[in-house]
T-cell receptor, first 112, second 115 residues
Framework: GDSVTQMEGPVTLSEEAFLTINCTYTATGYPSLFWYVQYPGEGLQLLLK?????DKGSNKGFEATYRKETTSFHLEKGSVQVSDSAVYFCALTKAAGNKLTFGGGTRVLVKP | EAQVTQNPRYLITVTGKKLTVTCSQNMNHEYMSWYRQDPGLGLRQIYYSMNVEVTDKGDVPEGYKVSRKEKRNFPLILESPSPNQTSLYFCASSLITSGGPDTQYFGPGTRLTVL
């Protein structure tokens, strides 16, 4: 079946550091890929998405590129802030099946 | 305001006592879904619904029931809760595109403890 693998956290960074969270997937067909963010005590919210190969999603300084050749969708941000401390989830969905598959989540802690 | 609401937000119950967690959305979304979040396991899909009267199992449906009698509501029912169902539960809704379910809009979560 489909699966999403994320790097395990926690990831601890200093403010203004560069952040990368790796995400790779296994899926047949052509999934859509998403990054969701969960701030403490809240539900998940969409951070960015990409629906086809080579698409780049971007939002709030975060970027991720859909790489079909490496089945990856790594999340990056050039300069993190304390307010970026959260748990980040990579996810995929497909037209066939209509289920959603999430990675295990990566906790990020940004220190001042 | 577009939103997904869940009730209750917190619930402590005992083994075997039937309970229902309600979920409602005001965005006219066709797709609704329930997830549970457990430490180290991430988010797992319990059940989903493509439209009224259309429901299907996710990855971890055992011990749960759902119904979709109206488009806006998608309650999660635990007929006989057990301690291994202690978890944080999220309801979500979305539109459906040609590529499948689109961006999920999540509720605030329900923290359930089964003693």
């Amino acid at each position: 079946g489909d699966s999403v693998t994320q790097m395990e956290g926690p990831v601890t960074l200093s403010e203004e550091a560069f952040l990368t969270i790796n995400c790779t997937y296994t899926a047949t067909g052509y999934p859509s890929l998403f990054w969701y963010v969960q701030y403490p005590g809240e539900g998940l919210q969409l951070l960015l998405k990409a629906t086809k190969a080579d698409d780049k999603g971007s939002n709030k300084g975060f970027e991720a590129t859909y790489r079909k050749e490496t089945t990856s969708f790594h999340l990056e941000k050039g300069s993190v802030q304390v307010s970026d401390s959260a748990v980040y989830f990579c996810a995929l969905t497909k037209a066939a099946g209509n289920k959603l598959t999430f990675g295990g989540g990566t906790r990020v802690l940004v220190k001042p | 305001e577009a939103q997904v609401t869940q009730n209750p937000r917190y619930l402590i119950t005992v083994t075997g006592k039937k309970l229902t967690v309600t979920c409602s959305q005001n965005m006219n979304h066709e797709y609704m879904s329930w997830y549970r979040q457990d430490p180290g396991l991430g988010l797992r899909q319990i059940y989903y619904s493509m439209n009224v009267e259309v429901t299907d199992k996710g990855d971890v449906p055992e011990g749960y029931k759902v119904s979709r009698k109206e488009k806006r509501n998608f309650p999660l029912i635990l007929e006989s809760p057990s301690p291994n169902q202690t978890s944080l539960y999220f309801c979500a809704s979305s539109l459906i595109t040609s590529g499948g379910p689109d961006t999920q809009y999540f509720g605030p979560g329900t923290r359930l403890t089964v003693l």
